[in-house]
């Protein structure tokens, strides 16, 4: 038999019984586990919204929790047989609550879309469906006449939604038109500031005031500054709007404590969204946080939007919950910071753009454009030299969504593997001289006479690169249990 992993570690052993078991039904999938393993491990992961995940919540995910179904919540199913899968949700929920300090958590989105789903439903049922079935003097929606439902399905519909623009850092998930959020609500976008590329709170205010939302949405994809979630809840109290967060992307930081007091959502919204495989580092899934008054609504995310709950995955989570309450992912959330900072003043040493002029959190922001570079080649470049990371719109870019003028680099991987400040340092020599070495092709078709997608690496920039990374990573294995 096969083993491509290491048989004297309990690690290495239990992924050659894997291994060995999906291949016996599909070698095909069983060496794109490898394949990708070996990806993993020849590149260096600068995706701002990728990590990598203890082994430990890859076993609880394969398991035979997989074939039990459980609509409903803990000790409320519309299913028979849920006793262990009630226990399973609810220490993933505890666990949560405990993690962020919120009144309940809601650890059944099977994503980060999913979670915003949840809580757009739960925002609507609580506010929108509940008082008009009281106005309406019946206890559910099967006790209204066919024009009243019309009237509510109307006012489900006209709620007001206040996000983030997709060019500022926001979701697609926030109101764009060719996403669901976009159809369920009438949406309007605040952006950063023109000058600083920063929130400003008194226009957000003034544009809130004016439009009155029934939802303030705040969280990012892309924004390398903290937020002041205390102003962000004054706005929405001052328009009595519903203040939602969705900390995606930067739920490990508020795990690992970097996020407190005025930056922590959880203090100050009623309903925070999170996936929790990003900063996080649990399995890839969703997870709702809110207040006490939003927790039976919530609770309807079955019929609402879903049906059964991923028991493996709620497992998976209840072990990266645990993880994250340690003091070493405390230890983690700082250290993630501290790279990306100084990955930002390293580059802005040697000569590149970095948008805001730096970070607070766990991605920065590269302005390409000022080399003659779209995002679009950056990105191409540095992935032939063994750089793995996204092209990123910038807020008011000129090459659009498409070909961009940034690049999104976020070092919560890369500190995963023990990388720390000296790393950050060579990184950024690496990808400066990558980007140096990179020059568009002529293209006598393009506004400016050089392609937008073409571009020639020098050969030699592109194996001292790959020379270098190959070193880094030699140091920093990833899974070194394995093998
Ligand atoms: C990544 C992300 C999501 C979506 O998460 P998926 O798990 O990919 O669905 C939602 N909101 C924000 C802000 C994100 O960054």
Same mark, same amino acid.
């Given at each position: 038999?096969?083993? +491509?992993?290491?048989?004297?570690?309990?690690?290495?052993?239990?992924?050659?019984?894997?291994?060995?078991?999906?291949?016996? #039904?599909? +070698?095909?999938?069983?060496?794109?586990?490898?394949?990708?393993?070996?990806?993993?491990?020849?590149? !260096?992961?600068?995706?701002? @919204?990728?990590?990598?995940?203890?082994? =430990?919540?890859?076993?609880?995910?394969?398991?035979?929790?997989?074939?039990?179904?459980?609509?409903?919540?803990?000790?409320?199913?519309?299913?028979?047989?849920?006793?262990?899968?009630?226990?399973?949700?609810?220490?993933?929920? $505890?666990?949560?609550?405990?993690?962020?300090?919120?009144?309940?958590?809601?650890?059944? +989105?099977? =994503?980060?879309?999913?979670?915003?789903?949840?809580?757009? *439903?739960?925002?609507?049922?609580?506010?929108?469906?509940?008082?008009?079935?009281?106005?309406?003097?019946?206890?559910?929606?099967?006790?209204?006449?066919?024009?009243?439902?019309?009237?509510?399905?109307?006012?489900?519909?006209?709620?007001?939604?206040?996000?983030?623009?997709?060019?500022?850092?926001?979701?697609?998930?926030?109101?764009? #038109?060719?996403?669901? =959020?976009?159809?369920?609500?009438?949406?309007?976008?605040?952006?950063?500031? #023109?000058?600083?590329?920063?929130?400003?709170?008194?226009?957000?205010? #003034?544009?809130?005031?004016?439009?009155? +939302?029934?939802?303030?949405?705040?969280?990012?994809?892309?924004?390398?500054?903290?937020?002041?979630?205390?102003?962000?809840?004054?706005?929405?109290?001052?328009? =009595?709007?519903?203040?939602?967060?969705?900390?995606? *992307?930067?739920?490990?930081?508020?795990?690992?404590?970097?996020?407190?007091?005025?930056?922590?959502?959880?203090?100050?919204?009623?309903?925070?969204? @999170?996936?929790?495989?990003?900063?996080?580092?649990?399995?890839?899934?969703? $997870?709702?946080?809110?207040?006490?008054?939003?927790?039976? @609504? &919530?609770?309807?995310?079955?019929?609402?939007?879903?049906?059964?709950? !991923?028991?493996?995955?709620?497992?998976?989570?209840?072990?990266?919950?645990?993880?994250?309450?340690?003091?070493?992912? &405390?230890?983690?959330?700082?250290?993630?910071?501290?790279?990306?900072?100084? $990955?930002?003043? @390293?580059?802005?040493?040697?000569?590149?753009?970095?948008?805001?002029?730096?970070?607070?959190?766990?991605?920065?922001?590269?302005?390409?454009?000022?080399?003659?570079?779209?995002?679009?080649?950056?990105?191409?470049?540095?992935?032939?030299?063994? $750089?793995?990371?996204?092209?990123?719109?910038?807020?008011?870019?000129?090459?659009?969504?498409?070909?961009?003028?940034?690049?999104?680099?976020?070092?919560?991987?890369?500190?995963?593997?023990?990388?720390?400040?000296?790393?950050?340092?060579?990184?950024?020599?690496?990808?400066?001289?990558?980007?140096?070495?990179?020059?568009?092709?002529?293209?006598?078709?393009?506004?400016?006479?050089?392609?937008?997608?073409?571009?020639?690496?020098?050969?030699?920039?592109?194996?001292?690169?790959?020379?270098?990374?190959?070193?880094?990573?030699?140091?920093?294995?990833?899974?070194?249990?394995?093998?």
């Amino acid at each position: 038999m096969n083993k +491509p992993f290491n048989p004297e570690t309990l690690e290495g052993q239990y992924y050659n019984a894997l291994y060995a078991l999906i291949e016996k #039904k599909s +070698p095909k999938i069983a060496s794109s586990v490898i394949d990708e393993l070996n990806n993993q491990r020849s590149s !260096l992961k600068l995706i701002a @919204s990728e990590n990598y995940s203890s082994l =430990s919540v890859q076993a609880a995910m394969g398991t035979l929790l997989t074939d039990k179904y459980a609509e409903g919540f803990p000790y409320h199913r519309f299913y028979a047989g849920c006793e262990n899968v009630d226990l399973i949700e609810e220490e993933a929920s $505890l666990k949560a609550a405990k993690l962020f300090g919120a009144d309940y958590a809601f650890v059944q +989105p099977h =994503s980060g879309s999913d979670a915003n789903l949840c809580a757009y *439903h739960a925002i609507l049922h609580k506010t929108v469906e509940l008082p008009f079935l009281e106005k309406c003097g019946v206890k559910s929606i099967d006790a209204l006449s066919p024009e009243q439902w019309k009237e509510l399905r109307i006012k489900l519909q006209s709620g007001r939604l206040l996000a983030l623009d997709y060019y500022s850092g926001g979701h697609l998930t926030h109101g764009y #038109k060719h996403n669901v =959020s976009g159809k369920m609500f009438e949406v309007s976008f605040y952006s950063v500031d #023109k000058n600083t590329m920063l929130l400003d709170y008194e226009a957000i205010r #003034k544009q809130a005031l004016e439009i009155k +939302p029934l939802i303030l949405l705040a969280g990012y994809s892309a924004y390398p500054r903290k937020i002041n979630f205390r102003k962000m809840r004054e706005i929405a109290d001052e328009c =009595s709007a519903v203040l939602m967060v969705d900390m995606a *992307h930067f739920a490990g930081l508020v795990a690992g404590k970097v996020f407190e007091g005025d930056y922590d959502p959880v203090k100050w919204a009623d309903v925070v969204t @999170s996936t929790t495989h990003k900063t996080l580092r649990g399995p890839r899934g969703g $997870l709702v946080l809110c207040k006490e008054s939003f927790k039976d @609504s &919530v609770n309807k995310a079955c019929p609402l939007m879903m049906g059964g709950p !991923l028991a493996q995955v709620m497992a998976a989570k209840a072990i990266a919950f645990e993880e994250a309450l340690s003091d070493s992912f &405390v230890e983690y959330a700082h250290q993630i910071v501290k790279n990306t900072s100084f $990955l930002a003043e @390293s580059l802005m040493k040697e000569g590149v753009t970095v948008v805001t002029g730096g970070t607070d959190n766990h991605l920065l922001l590269v302005d390409v454009s000022p080399m003659g570079l779209t995002g679009r080649i950056a990105e191409s470049a540095l992935r032939e030299a063994h $750089l793995m990371m996204n092209r990123n719109a910038l807020p008011f870019d000129k090459n659009g969504p498409w070909y961009t003028s940034g690049l999104r680099m976020g070092t919560a991987a890369l500190t995963t593997l023990g990388m720390k400040e000296k790393e950050m340092a060579e990184i950024a020599h690496i990808i400066v001289n990558v980007l140096e070495n990179t020059k568009p092709n002529n293209d006598s078709s393009s506004a400016s006479g050089k392609s937008r997608s073409k571009y020639t690496l020098d050969p030699k920039a592109k194996e001292n690169a790959i020379a270098k990374v190959k070193e880094l990573l030699d140091k920093f294995k990833l899974y070194p249990e394995l093998g």
